[in-house]
Structure formats: C-alpha cells, structure tokens
C-alpha cells in the first residue's frame, strides 16, 4: 500500500499542484513537476509523462487568451523554438539521466536566482534575446519538460503586461509541447 502510494499518490498530487499553478499563472507546471518528480523517475520518463498534461494545459489556455496574443513580439520566440526542440530531444536521448538531473537543477537554481535579482524596471530588448530564449525555451522544453525559464526571462525584460504575457507564453509553450510530440 505504502508503494503504490508513493508510487501513484505523490505524482498525481505534483501533477494536480503543477497544473493548479499553470491555470493560476499562465505558466509553472513544468517548474513545479520538474522540481519534485525526478526524485522518483528518469527524467526522461517523467518528461514523457508530463508532457501530455503540459500539452492540454497550454492549449487551452492559449485558447482561453487568444485575443490578448501579440505575434509581433512572440515571432523571434516562436521561429527559433523547432531548433531548440530538435536540439533538447537530442539531449534527452542521448545524455546520461545524471547528467539531465544536474543541469535540470542548475537551471532551476539559474531561474530562481535570477527571478531574485531582477529589477522590476523594464528596458527595450532587442528581437535576438527572443531567438535565444525561444531556442533555449525549446531545448530545455524538449529536454526536462521546462520551456519556460529563458522565456520568462524574456519576456519579464520586455515587460509585456500581464495578459499580453500570458498570452504570448502560451503560444509559444503550446508550439513547443506539439513539436516535441513529433
């Protein structure tokens, strides 16, 4: 009983916060499942696992806020995201689970960090962070199931307002969910 329950109960009481977040904030079920499944699984099967539910969640929302959706300023994210799927599919196939759990948490602590440091005043940002973050986005999306670090990064510097914000990670989340699937 106490297996099945750590086995069973844990992951989907992660998988239920990981999507409450993502329904409340627009973005952070990937930061939360990612943070604490792993201790059970491979990353690779936990990014398997997740990814469906990461799919759904994005989707709809993106659905939910399309009105809100500036292409204009998701385009540099949105156009070098298929690079970055192809290159974190790469990584997950191919580097060892070790290896995927020590920069899975290094980038956890980089977000964090950084989230801490960040000045709340916004700046102009030129489209080519865009492009880095959206092939990070889509590398660490494919990789650990956790697009969103460089995005928010991103996008917190080009201070979008908030539905603006939800909105355009949302698209860009929903395009790096579907093309990791193929």
Not at 121 to 136: D, E, K, N, Q, W
Request: some cysteine; proline content about 5%.
């Amino acid at each position: 009983m106490e297996d099945w329950l750590i086995q069973w109960g844990f992951p989907f009481f992660v998988a239920f916060l990981g999507a409450l977040v993502h329904g409340v904030l627009g973005f952070g079920s990937g930061l939360v499942c990612m943070a604490l499944l792993p201790l059970l699984w491979d990353i690779s099967y936990t990014v398997g696992v997740l990814s469906p539910l990461a799919s759904v969640l994005s989707i709809l929302l993106t659905f939910k806020l399309k009105e809100h959706i500036r292409l204009d300023e998701a385009r540099p994210l949105l156009l070098a995201t298929p690079f970055g799927v192809i290159t974190g599919l790469w990584m997950l196939q191919s580097w060892p689970d070790s290896l995927m759990k020590a920069l899975l948490g290094a980038l956890l602590l980089f977000f964090v960090g950084n989230s801490l440091l960040q000045s709340s005043t916004h700046r102009t940002v030129h489209p080519s962070f865009g492009a880095i973050a959206g092939f990070l986005g889509g590398a660490t999306g494919a990789a650990f199931g956790v697009s969103g670090p460089p995005v928010l990064i991103y996008a917190t510097a080009a201070g979008w307002e908030r539905d603006r914000f939800r909105a355009n990670l949302q698209i860009f989340f929903s395009l790096t969910c579907i093309l990791a699937f193929f």
